[in-house]
């Protein structure tokens, strides 16, 4: 019979750090992954370079997270981003915050990252085994027994399902883990796709593809919640927006989206002037040369692509002087340019969501052990878990966090 003081399914960023934790508490500790490789999220985690942390302390972490952030505090206090880059450098990987907030692996290769776990996994005689599917986790009197793959039982008093999201099937997400956990009585949140590119009803960001904005700021534009922002680079699309403020903006979006089907949204293109400074700075700009146009006058602040849009859509000639412009036109374009209304009208969904939002409800969990509290010996760390944060290494650290207290094994 196979017997471990602990087992864990999942090897993402979550596992991977609860399986060495648990090992380097002297338990015998059997990893078990579905997919034929270990860490294939993580290995495309930030597009390969992977922002493992960053900065932040743990008040103005956890803040990022929104109503959920406090349940993360236990897990930071044991293992925050300090420890987490010296737990890295003790296994050889280097790390540095080229921008003083996030942290990458110095190379920003995230091969180096999966290279190194692995290695302290088998340096801690971890048993690793692949192509493993867990289809059913073994209990009596809600205590964990151990659990059934499709090809053979393993036993255990301990297990940490660290199995992720719904986000990137592609790479083994299926959303396993709400299904096991449901099977033991654990409820999960509504899910929704998160951190992914967005389509809008306006067509024309299509021909603004070949440029980046800076600083733009997205709100959305409905009384209901009009608190909800972002802000950050932007990259335009054949079929509406994508980019890091995108990213982080999407994760507030999909679920008023599911709802009302379209959301309007207003962006500041111009690194957040307001009407009057925009109103002085085409004053300025006609003081300097009278002769000037409007794209001249914008060029300063905005590409000649959007121009051209914003001047469209402000019914204005962007070849025409400001200030022979007639008054009303004026006054729009000011208004377009402070903030250009959009409709969010849809997404490709957990296709090409990073992370998922909604998961294992936290009312269930201990936060000092992140042991469940309906079933004795079954813990939960990671994606999972009904938490996720903005883009900047929020989501990495709380896999690393949470697996670790998870690998605690504390109670």
Known sequence: MKRYDVIVIGSGAAGMIAAIKAAREKKRVLLLEKLSKLGSKLKATGGGRCNLTNTLGNEDFMAKFGRNGRFMQDALNLFGHKELIEFFNDIGVKTHAPDGFRVFPVGHDSQTVLFALQNELEHLHVEVRTSQKVIEILSEDLQIKGVKSRSDIYFSPNVIIATGGLGYPVLGAEGDGYALASSLGHKTTELYPAMMPLTTKEKWTNNCRADTLAKVELRVDLKKYKNLKALGDLIFTKNGIRGPV??????????????????????????????????????????????????????????????????????????????????????????????????????????????????????????????????????????????????????????????????????
């Open 246 to 411: 995108v990213l982080d903006f999407a994760r507030e979006i999909t679920p008023i989206l599911s709802k009302l089907g379209e959301v309007p949204i207003v962006a500041n293109f111009t690194k957040g002037m307001n009407e009057d400074e925009i109103l002085r700075h085409f004053k300025n700009e006609s003081v300097k040369d009278p002769d000037s146009t409007i794209e001249q006058n914008l060029l300063s602040i905005l590409p000649s692509s959007v121009i051209h849009e914003l001047c469209r859509l402000a019914d204005v000639d962007p070849s025409m002087r400001f200030n022979k412009t007639e008054g009303k036109n004026r006054a729009r374009l000011i208004k377009i340019l402070a903030a250009t209304p959009l409709t969010v009208n849809g997404h490709e969904g957990f296709k090409t969501a990073m992370i998922t939002r909604g998961g294992i409800s936290l009312k269930e969990i201990d936060p000092r052990t992140m042991q469940s509290r309906l079933v004795k010996g079954l813990y939960f760390c990671g994606e999972v878990i009904d938490i996720d944060g903005p883009c900047g290494g929020y989501n990495l650290q709380w896999s690393f966090s949470s697996g670790y207290l998870a690998g605690s094994l504390l109670s």
